[in-house]
């Protein structure tokens, strides 16, 4: 996606050989007008699968999770991030590293919102080594719902989290890949 | 907003007289064309203010604002709760306890997405004691940008956050107020 290139090239930072800085498009500011195209690229790109939900986990994959089930039609379910004072007690969770936060944390999604009649198309903004991706996979599984594919904004080609779930026969469709930030330079694929 | 009124009926579900379960249909799942409608509305109250960006906490508040950012023509921000590993170092922050969570956490926006240039809508979905309101509009005051009001899916107004924002001269418009949950039924205001 050219336009998302631009964008990137425009307003990220390389931070180091590993983390790319994009806050002020896609993970603290964000353009609505841009997040509907990506919604739209993502709607077009599973178009054929008969997607029944988008779901992703909160929260700067939520933007263009809901602009792709805007797209499609389709409610957008968003995995908390730890319980809360209300979470439902047969909730499905996993517990998964953040590379960015450098914590754990458990992710939940109510079995009232994933069914075994559910064909879901998971969202998110950023892959790196795939540890969030990985969980709420888990949860997909556990819930009978069937995985149409991944859809990722910016998938970091050189860590190991998308190719490590293409291996597994899952079908992830990247806006951009970046196979490099060695140098400070940003290296699409 | 009727319609919003009517899918709280449908889709929500009292757990005592001070919490209502809207995770059907706000704060789990969502539906983007009822979320659009709220976005749409919220513009129109605000049309006359020459926001120049809406602002939210993440992360259940995103897609609301979200929708008013894309019917304004302008950009989102959401205050990130807790610190990343990339995180500013000169970002603003408050601390606020959660009504929801029973947990304190920490929210930060970037000084380069809040400026003396900015005035800004504040959109939320859910305002009880407006701990995390309070907190925002603290950051908001401290970043020099002129906060032109709040726009809040669901106000319960018989919890004190709204009221009290209010007397402080700051405009508060809400799609619903919830006057009463007790005996397990939602009276509107």
């Known amino acids: 996606m050219e336009l998302l290139k631009e964008r990137i090239l425009r307003d990220a930072s390389v931070i180091n050989n590993d983390v790319l800085k994009l806050d002020a498009l896609i993970n ?5 007008k841009l997040m509907m195209e990506m919604g ?9 699968h008969e997607i029944t939900k988008v779901i992703t986990v909160e929260s700067s994959g939520i933007p263009a999770a809901f602009t792709t ?14 319980k809360t004072l209300i979470a439902d007690p047969d909730a499905l969770c996993e517990r998964v590293p953040s ?18 009649e559910d064909k879901v198309l998971f969202i998110d903004d950023i892959i790196a ?11 997909i599984e556990r819930s009978g719902a069937k995985l149409a ?10 860590q ?21 930030l060695e140098g400070g330079n940003i290296t699409f694929e």
């Open 99 to 116: 590379f960015t936060k450098g914590i754990v944390t458990d992710i939940m999604v109510s079995r009232q919102f994933l069914t075994p």
């Open 69 to 82: 089930a805007l797209a499609l039609g389709v409610p957008l379910v968003f995995a908390r991030r730890k």
């Open 28 to 32: 603290h500011q964000v353009d609505p």
């Open 160 to 180: 190991a989290g998308a190719r490590t779930i293409r291996e597994q026969g899952i079908i992830v469709e990247s806006l951009v890949k970046i196979s490099s």
């Open 149 to 158: 594919g991944l859809g990722i904004v910016v998938e970091k080609s050189f």
């Open 129 to 139: 080594n795939g540890d969030a991706a990985r969980g709420l996979i888990k949860i």
């Open 40 to 48: 739209n690229e993502f709607a077009r790109r599973f178009a054929e």
